[in-house]
């Protein structure tokens, strides 16, 4: 590589260092009797850098289908919920810890189902081969940062809530359809480091009822 792209990596990245200074990746602990979780934001050093995406295989029992961050459930033998993203990321696409520059913890959040969720940031090689694990994951995919920049990509789409199809804020990219907790991680990520307004808000006039009834805050639940 050039000087040229070096440093126009080197651009790129600083920004998510920079605007997300305040935030540096703790290893935070659990709190105790609360369900909680944590994925990891997986962006490639490179001119425009990309976002490393899972889709949940459709075996599952949880959210089968569904496109996620690499991450999962926090287990009594992890040291921090830290060690949690890692581990799961290393166990869903083998993504070795080594191979993350970690950068920041980003805000927790509640899944509807009341789960905390803890996103962590870091930075890994564009070229690392990463392997979906069968037994839980469909595939791996990356989209580039520049197209998840672009206002006119955040769309609604139908999309199969508890069974039934429901207008939702999306991307929608190869294929693939990123919407719900993954989509408020995500925007809330684009927002902080580039303020450009981007909104994952749900217009509830779009949900049946009994789903309104039954997650007043749809799709995350109160912090």
């Not at 769309?155 to 199809?165: D, E, H, P, S, Y």
Request: with cysteine; glycine share 4%; charged share 20%.
């Amino acid at each position: 590589m050039g000087w040229q792209l070096k440093r126009q990596v080197l651009i790129v990245l600083t920004t998510f260092s920079e605007q997300l200074n305040a935030l540096p990746p703790e290893p935070l602990q659990p709190e105790e009797g609360v369900r909680e979780a944590a994925v990891l934001l997986a962006l490639t050093r490179e001119i425009d850098p990309r976002l490393v995406f899972t889709q949940r295989a459709q075996h599952m029992k949880s959210h089968p289908g569904q496109v996620a961050f690499p991450g999962g459930k926090w287990e009594p033998d992890d040291s921090s919920l830290l060690f949690t993203a890692l581990r799961e990321s290393e166990e869903e696409v083998a993504l070795a810890p080594s191979e993350v520059e970690l950068i920041a913890m980003l805000p927790q959040r509640r899944t509807r189902l009341g789960v905390k969720v803890t996103p962590y940031l870091g930075f890994i090689r564009p070229d690392l081969r990463l392997l979906p694990d069968p037994a839980e994951l469909e595939a791996i995919f990356h989209v580039p940062l520049s197209y998840l920049l672009e206002p006119q990509h955040l769309i609604k789409k139908q999309v199969n809530v508890l069974g039934t199809l429901c207008w939702m804020p999306c991307y929608h990219y190869a294929g693939y359809t990123i919407w719900g907790f993954t989509l408020t991680v995500l925007v809330d990520l684009l927002n902080r480091v580039f303020d450009v307004g981007l909104s994952a808000e749900v217009d509830r006039s779009d949900l049946p009822t009994e789903i309104r009834q039954q997650f007043p805050h749809f799709p995350e639940s109160k912090p």
